[in-house]
């Protein structure tokens, strides 16, 4: 079952989806060694529930937190714990809200301190790749125009991208259909409409694909231990152009505050 959303659920999306950006922006200050992810965890739950939503993920699937942080050769579903952020760690953070029924859903990578070269490529391509799927979602294309930009750019830097795992369809449910693959064909899989409410969500890997699983029963890592990055964009398909419900503007505008 697909649900086209009114313009009136679309901007109850919106609402709870800009939360989500201003959580992830209010966790920048706290990106630095020592800090747990713990820490980040309480710190996003108390911003969300201060702002009149409740967390999205914390409960679904028996979920235990309010966040997923996952860091380096974690690419998502991360458990906070007291892991303490290192100089040179990249950390990944999936935050979800519910505010007036409808769930927010967003992720951003961050770094922590100085970050090598290599590892600044693969946070701007795998970005760079939300950005290209993005611009594919538009009514009249399909599911595979979205995830054929995304796999071409992310493989085309010597990257690789997950499989196990895509982006969903997302409205009252966190999941909803359809699936949103980050790798296929163009031209394939369903037609986009205008309302159709989408989490595009590209997981890019440094080197192999292939994932492995956590004894908790949520990290999923990289096979091969090198670092993988996760960004996560709640979008409307609309007539021309889809509409970004989530935004990172005010997380940059904290990163950028710093340097
Ligand atoms: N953004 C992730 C997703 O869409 C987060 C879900 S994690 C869970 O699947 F904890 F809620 F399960
Ligand atoms: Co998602």
């Known amino acids: ?29 706290l990106m630095l060694p020592g800090v747990t992810t713990l820490e980040l965890d309480k710190r996003a739950e108390e911003f969300i529930r201060d702002n009149g939503a409740i967390p999205g993920f914390l409960g679904y699937n028996k979920y235990p937190n309010t966040l ?47 970050i090598s070269i290599e590892i600044q490529n693969l946070l701007r391509v795998t970005k ?8 594919q979602a538009v009514a009249g294309n399909r599911i595979g125009d979205i995830s054929y930009a995304i796999q071409s750019h992310a493989e085309a830097n010597g990257f690789s991208v997950v499989r196990e795992l895509v982006g969903h ?13 980050n790798y296929g064909r163009r031209g394939t899989g369903m037609k986009l409409k205008s309302g159709l409410t989408i989490a595009i969500e590209p997981m890019i890997n440094m080197g192999k694909r292939d994932v ?48």
């Open 1 to 29: 079952m697909i649900f086209l959303k009114t313009d009136d659920q679309i901007e109850l999306l919106r609402e709870s989806n800009l939360l989500v950006g201003k959580t992830l922006a209010c966790l920048v200050p």
């Open 68 to 114: 997923c942080v996952s860091v380096n050769s974690q690419i998502v579903h991360g458990i906070p714990s007291g892991y303490e952020l290192k100089d040179g760690d990249i950390v990944s953070v999936d935050c979800g809200t519910i505010k007036n029924g409808f769930y927010g859903d967003s992720a951003y990578t961050f770094a922590v301190g100085e």
């Open 128 to 135: 760079e790749c939300l950005y290209l799927g993005i611009k």
């Open 169 to 181: 369809g997302i409205g009252k449910a966190l999941h909803e259909k359809p699936e949103v693959p």
């Open 212 to 259: 492995k699983q956590s004894d908790d029963g949520w990290t999923i890592s990289t096979l091969d231990n090198l670092p993988s990055a996760h960004f996560e964009h709640t979008i409307a398909v609309r007539q021309g152009e889809a509409d970004i419900l989530s935004s990172f503007e005010f997380i940059e505008k904290e990163i950028k505050k710093l340097n």
